[in-house]
Structure formats: C-alpha cells, structure tokens
C-alpha cells in the first residue's frame, strides 16, 4: 500500500482542484518545466485518472504532506 498525498491546484479560475498522487516531488518538478515552456501539465491521480492542465493558469500549488507542512507557492 502507497503512501498517497493529497495536492491542491489553485487556477485563475477562482476554483482549485485537489488531486491525491504518489510523487508529489516529481509534481513540482513537471509544473516548473511546464511553466517554463508554457506547456499544459499532465497530473495522473493515485487513481490512476489523467488531468490536463494549463501550466501558465496556475496560481499556486499546495502540498499537504502533514499538518503542519506549507504550500509551495508560484507568482
């Protein structure tokens, strides 16, 4: 059994998406090179489900490894 960890995804939409996956470091990796290319970013879930987002509506990306863990935070 995995270890999952709940991420959220806040967009310009005023809406923010909440996604459990299993590398939440290899998330933060894909979302920067995403950016950087003003590509969309892939997220696939724990369940295994894909997502597409568009890198450069991100607002900012929260990883809740705990209860006291802070977000990761983009501008």
């Given at each position: 059994?995995s270890d999952n960890v709940k991420v959220?995804?806040?967009?310009?939409?005023?809406?923010?998406?909440?996604?459990?996956?299993?590398?939440?470091?290899?998330?933060?990796?894909?979302?920067?090179?995403?950016?950087?290319?003003?590509?969309?970013?892939?997220?696939?879930?724990?369940?295994?489900?894909?997502?597409?987002?568009?890198?450069?509506?991100?607002?900012?990306?929260?990883?809740?490894?705990?209860?006291?863990?802070?977000?990761?935070?983009?501008?």
């Open positions: 059994m959220r995804i806040g967009v310009q939409a005023a809406r923010e998406l909440e996604f459990e996956v299993e590398d939440p470091a290899a998330l933060i990796a894909d979302l920067e090179a995403a950016i950087a290319e003003g590509a969309m970013l892939w997220i696939t879930d724990a369940k295994g489900e894909r997502h597409g987002l568009v890198a450069e509506k991100i607002v900012f990306l929260e990883v809740d490894k705990g209860k006291n863990s802070p977000g990761v935070g983009f501008s």
